[in-house]
């Protein structure tokens, strides 16, 4: 027996000694931090969107700068699959799709420093959230599919196109450098010779677990959860958040009268880029509802618009880009009594789109033609267009309209009349198709609406800093802020209802260049503290489920910009229902982190009252269980385990090859090893204990 137990134990170590002779030397793997993927996405019908296999995908690294360059990857290099890395120029939606047909491409990693390049544009669709708006067949059917004015012109589409590998962006030069470096040092062909081992590599994983359509992966999420208790569901529908207020506080429970008017002004919070959280959106959604919220500080700080005929109603939307999700349900719960307020309400509806693009000048009102036609709409939609002529009077800012014929560009406004003909107008800085070049792009960015610092500032000094583009869009604000006065019945003066050009350009800074701000984290409630920590850039795609980031922000800022001090403990804030008389369907409270005092060293906390609330942006097909709806959004997000971006050097095939088998001669070995202890386990454990025992 004795025997025996020693011959299989010389045989296993001689066995693993073969193996280990052959193992090539260690690889080693440098981690790419300062990466974004481009994640999957699936809708009703399709799915888009980027994935890796299981395990992730690896190829030798080529660097595609030109046109030129692509014949190595598609054909003519030795050495498939390829990971291409793309110079931002070279990141076009013709070349990404010559890349898809090829079965030599194993993924991409797109360079996209600061500045655009030539040919970086919007990769959104040229006619965005067709389908889910209001023109038709039913409803101005000659409007329908853009057909009197494509919306985006530049739009290829390329973020909605599907990817069989993973796609990722990377955003720091200075790993780039390494990159780049890696290459230059092992890959780059001289004069069309094939390069020597070892090569430089690269491993992609952006494994997802969702497939096909939202409608199999909401079957298999429910039918996972049932059947295996696996709560790893493989998608999550886009949702999020709504934020809203009112000048006169309502009973947020209750449910208005139907003679309580109500002047809606409206913006959206989202964005996105084709890769994922990476959505600066800063023309396409932060230039409207920054101007939103300086309207509504500008009228939350006049005395008597408490006390005027109509209510006005601040709405901002979010996961609009994904076919109106914020919205649409709006339009539901209002339908439906979920809501304070329903449809018949609304008075009026004012919408702020994009808006940062050469604000000094024109702004341009569009109406709906169709809803013209009805003569008492019309006579209303002329009156809320004269008050804009009123208010603009004395102001260097002008409203114009564009021709009559021309439709409502994409707008949240759309999912309203949908429902209802309600008398509206959409601001934005563009006369017919986006003015805005980067629609829905990573390059939607500050420098994109003229927004410009003075070198040299600190972060306090740039926070505080007012720039044109604040005083500009104060501006706006003013004039919003003044025609909503109008609209709601006041007959004051305008002159002192006007934005505050230091709000602005502090929201400015806050939302578009740096959101870890003292102002920020002065305003923020101390459970909500981490977000700081969390994340480094702000985001305005939608995400998942929990409230996004940006929704907090612009929550708080609601905040601070609308309420009040209230002289309350922190345990009273906390629980306000606790107070004598308290009045929670009126007012929300939040304990927020203060400023420091002079020679202080902890800011002073302090409970602030505002009635700004929160309410679902989850589509109604979600809540309808109606997954192939063509009514509502049906946007979900696939979920994975695993995303991660690394370079390495790989030797030649063979070596490759000897890694595997080093690999299996491990695992037999092993294997082997962990047979024979289970089968001999009562010799080997059993044994040396009786021998001790027999010691002591
Ligand atoms: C889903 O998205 C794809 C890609 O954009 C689009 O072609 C399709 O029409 C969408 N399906 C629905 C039902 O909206
Ligand atoms: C890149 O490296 C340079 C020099 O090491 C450094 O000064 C710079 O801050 C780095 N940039 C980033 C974005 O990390
Ligand atoms: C990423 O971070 C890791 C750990 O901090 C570091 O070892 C690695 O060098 C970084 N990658 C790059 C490309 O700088
Ligand atoms: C607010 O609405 C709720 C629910 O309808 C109701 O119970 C409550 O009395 C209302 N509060 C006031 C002050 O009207
Ligand atoms: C015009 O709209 C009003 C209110 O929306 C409605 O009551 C009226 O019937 C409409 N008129 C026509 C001719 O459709
Ligand atoms: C308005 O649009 C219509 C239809 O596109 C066109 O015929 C008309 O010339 C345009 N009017 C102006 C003033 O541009
Ligand atoms: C935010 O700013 C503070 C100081 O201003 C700094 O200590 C912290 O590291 C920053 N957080 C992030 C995520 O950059
Ligand atoms: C809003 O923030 C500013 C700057 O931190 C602060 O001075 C002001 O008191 C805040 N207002 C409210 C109502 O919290
Ligand atoms: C705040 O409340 C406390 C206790 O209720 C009271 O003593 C104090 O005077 C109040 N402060 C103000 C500014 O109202
Ligand atoms: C802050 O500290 C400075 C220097 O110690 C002192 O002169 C000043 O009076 C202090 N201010 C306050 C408000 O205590």
Same mark, same amino acid.
């Given at each position: 027996?004795?025997?025996e137990?020693?011959v299989?134990?010389?045989?296993?170590?001689?066995?693993?000694?073969?193996?280990?002779?052959?193992?090539?030397?260690k690889?080693?793997y440098?981690?790419?931090?300062?990466t974004?993927?481009?994640?999957?996405l699936?809708?009703?019908?399709?799915?888009?969107?980027?994935?890796?296999?299981l395990?992730?995908?690896t190829?030798v690294?080529?660097l595609v700068?030109?046109?030129?360059?692509?014949?190595?990857?598609?054909?003519?290099?030795?050495?498939?699959?390829?990971m291409?890395?793309l110079?931002?120029?070279?990141?076009?939606r013709?070349?990404?799709?010559?890349?898809?047909?090829s079965?030599?491409?194993?993924?991409?990693?797109a360079?996209?420093?600061?500045?655009?390049?030539?040919g970086?544009?919007?990769p959104?669709?040229?006619c965005p959230n067709d389908?889910?708006?209001l023109?038709?067949?039913?409803?101005?059917?000659e409007y329908?599919?853009?057909?009197?004015t494509l919306?985006?012109?530049?739009?290829?589409?390329l973020?909605?196109?599907?990817f069989p590998?993973?796609?990722?962006?990377?955003?720091?030069?200075?790993?780039t450098?390494?990159?780049?470096?890696?290459y230059?040092?092992?890959?780059?062909?001289?004069?069309?010779?094939?390069p020597?081992?070892p090569l430089?590599?690269?491993?992609?994983s952006?494994h997802?677990?969702g497939?096909?359509d939202?409608?199999t992966?909401?079957?298999r999420?429910?039918?996972?959860?049932s059947?295996?208790?696996?709560t790893?569901?493989?998608?999550?529908p886009?949702?999020?958040?709504?934020v809203w207020?009112t000048?006169?506080?309502?009973?947020?429970?209750g449910?208005a009268s139907?003679?309580?008017r109500f002047?809606?002004?409206?913006?959206?919070?989202?964005?996105?880029?084709?890769?994922w959280?990476?959505?600066?959106?800063t023309d396409?959604?932060?230039?409207?509802?920054i101007?939103?919220?300086?309207a509504?500080e500008?009228?939350?700080r006049?005395p008597d618009?408490e006390?005027?005929?109509?209510?006005?109603?601040?709405l901002l939307?979010q996961g609009?880009?994904f076919?109106y999700i914020?919205?649409?349900?709006?339009?539901?719960d209002m339908t439906?009594g979920?809501?304070p307020?329903?449809l018949?309400?609304i008075?009026s509806?004012?919408?702020?789109?994009?808006?940062?693009?050469g604000?000094?000048s024109e702004?341009?009102?569009?109406?709906d033609?169709?809803s013209?036609r009805?003569s008492t709409?019309?006579?209303?939609?002329q009156?809320?267009?004269?008050?804009?002529?009123?208010v603009t009077?004395g102001?260097n800012?002008?409203?114009?309209?564009p021709?009559?014929?021309?439709p409502l560009?994409?707008?949240?406004f759309?999912?309203?009349?949908?429902k209802?003909?309600?008398?509206?107008?959409?601001?934005?800085?563009?006369?017919?198709?986006?003015?805005n070049?980067?629609?829905q792009?990573?390059?939607?960015?500050?420098?994109?609406?003229?927004l410009?610092?003075?070198?040299?500032?600190?972060?306090?000094?740039a926070l505080?800093?007012?720039?044109?583009?604040?005083?500009?869009?104060a501006d *706006?604000?003013?004039?919003? @802020?003044?025609?909503?006065?109008?609209?709601?019945?006041?007959?004051? #003066?305008? /002159?002192?209802? &006007?934005?505050?050009a230091?709000t602005v350009?502090?929201?400015?800074?806050?939302?578009v260049i740096n959101w870890?701000n003292s102002w920020?984290?002065?305003?923020?409630s101390q459970?909500?503290n981490d977000?700081f920590?969390k994340?480094k850039?702000i985001?305005?795609?939608v995400?998942v489920n929990?409230?996004t980031?940006?929704?907090?922000?612009?929550?708080?800022?609601?905040?601070n910009?609308t309420?009040h001090?209230?002289n309350l403990t922190?345990?009273?804030?906390?629980?306000?229902?606790?107070?004598p008389?308290?009045?929670?369907?009126?007012?929300?409270?939040?304990w927020?982190?203060?400023?420091?005092?002079e020679?202080?060293?902890?800011?002073?906390?302090?409970?602030?009252?505002?009635? *700004?609330?929160?309410?679902? @942006?989850?589509?109604?097909?979600?809540?309808l269980?109606?997954?192939? #709806?063509? /009514?509502?959004s &049906?946007?979900t997000?696939?979920?994975?385990?695993?995303?991660?971006?690394?370079?390495?050097?790989?030797?030649s095939?063979?070596?490759?090859?000897?890694?595997l088998?080093?690999?299996?001669?491990v695992?037999?070995?092993?294997?082997?090893?962990?047979?024979?202890?289970?089968?001999?386990?009562?010799?080997l454990?059993?044994?040396p204990?009786e021998h001790?025992s027999?010691?002591?």
């Amino acid at each position: 027996m004795g025997m025996e137990v020693a011959v299989r134990w010389i045989s296993a170590a001689l066995f693993i000694g073969l193996c280990s002779a052959n193992s090539v030397e260690k690889k080693i793997y440098i981690t790419l931090n300062a990466t974004a993927p481009c994640v999957r996405l699936m809708n009703a019908t399709h799915q888009i969107g980027c994935q890796s296999s299981l395990s992730g995908d690896t190829g030798v690294i080529h660097l595609v700068e030109q046109e030129s360059n692509l014949s190595w990857v598609l054909s003519d290099g030795p050495n498939p699959p390829y990971m291409v890395l793309l110079e931002s120029n070279m990141f076009t939606r013709d070349v990404m799709l010559s890349l898809k047909s090829s079965s030599r491409v194993s993924g991409v990693a797109a360079i996209l420093p600061p500045s655009p390049a030539p040919g970086q544009l919007s990769p959104d669709l040229k006619c965005p959230n067709d389908g889910f708006g209001l023109y038709s067949l039913n409803y101005g059917p000659e409007y329908a599919h853009c057909n009197e004015t494509l919306w985006n012109p530049e739009g290829n589409g390329l973020s909605y196109d599907d990817f069989p590998f993973p796609v990722f962006m990377l955003k720091d030069e200075n790993e780039t450098q390494v990159i780049r470096q890696c290459y230059k040092d092992h890959n780059h062909p001289r004069e069309g010779a094939a390069p020597a081992f070892p090569l430089c590599a690269m491993q992609l994983s952006s494994h997802m677990h969702g497939v096909k359509d939202t409608v199999t992966c909401m079957r298999r999420s429910r039918g996972q959860v049932s059947i295996t208790l696996n709560t790893d569901d493989v998608c999550d529908p886009l949702s999020d958040f709504n934020v809203w207020t009112t000048t006169q506080p309502i009973n947020k429970s209750g449910v208005a009268s139907p003679e309580d008017r109500f002047v809606v002004a409206a913006a959206r919070l989202d964005s996105r880029s084709f890769f994922w959280e990476v959505a600066p959106g800063t023309d396409s959604a932060v230039s409207g509802f920054i101007v939103l919220l300086a309207a509504a500080e500008a009228l939350a700080r006049t005395p008597d618009v408490e006390s005027l005929p109509k209510n006005i109603m601040f709405l901002l939307f979010q996961g609009e880009t994904f076919d109106y999700i914020g919205s649409s349900r709006m339009v539901y719960d209002m339908t439906n009594g979920k809501f304070p307020i329903a449809l018949e309400n609304i008075d009026s509806f004012i919408e702020l789109n994009q808006i940062g693009i050469g604000t000094s000048s024109e702004i341009w009102a569009h109406t709906d033609p169709v809803s013209l036609r009805n003569s008492t709409v019309n006579e209303q939609v002329q009156k809320l267009l004269a008050s804009f002529s009123k208010v603009t009077a004395g102001m260097n800012i002008s409203v114009r309209q564009p021709n009559q014929s021309q439709p409502l560009p994409p707008s949240s406004f759309q999912r309203f009349l949908r429902k209802r003909i309600i008398p509206g107008a959409v601001l934005t800085d563009h006369q017919a198709s986006f003015a805005n070049r980067y629609y829905q792009s990573v390059y939607d960015l500050g420098e994109n609406i003229g927004l410009r610092y003075p070198d040299g500032l600190t972060p306090e000094e740039a926070l505080n800093h007012i720039t044109d583009t604040a005083k500009a869009l104060a501006d *706006v604000a003013s004039l919003v @802020a003044r025609t909503l006065y109008l609209q709601a019945g006041g007959n004051g #003066s305008l /002159e002192n209802i &006007t934005a505050n050009a230091q709000t602005v350009t502090r929201m400015l800074y806050g939302f578009v260049i740096n959101w870890n701000n003292s102002w920020f984290h002065s305003i923020i409630s101390q459970d909500k503290n981490d977000i700081f920590t969390k994340q480094k850039h702000i985001s305005f795609y939608v995400s998942v489920n929990e409230q996004t980031f940006s929704t907090v922000l612009v929550e708080h800022v609601l905040f601070n910009l609308t309420g009040h001090h209230a002289n309350l403990t922190e345990e009273q804030c906390r629980d306000p229902k606790s107070i004598p008389h308290p009045d929670t369907n009126f007012f929300n409270y939040i304990w927020v982190q203060g400023t420091k005092a002079e020679n202080a060293s902890e800011p002073t906390p302090y409970c602030v009252r505002a009635n *700004v609330w929160l309410s679902r @942006a989850l589509s109604p097909a979600f809540e309808l269980a109606d997954y192939s #709806s063509t /009514e509502y959004s &049906t946007w979900t997000e696939s979920r994975w385990q695993k995303v991660g971006a690394r370079i390495f050097l790989v030797a030649s095939r063979e070596l490759e090859i000897i890694t595997l088998v080093t690999g299996i001669c491990v695992l037999i070995t092993s294997m082997v090893l962990i047979h024979f202890l289970n089968a001999k386990s009562n010799i080997l454990f059993s044994g040396p204990q009786e021998h001790s025992s027999v010691s002591y």
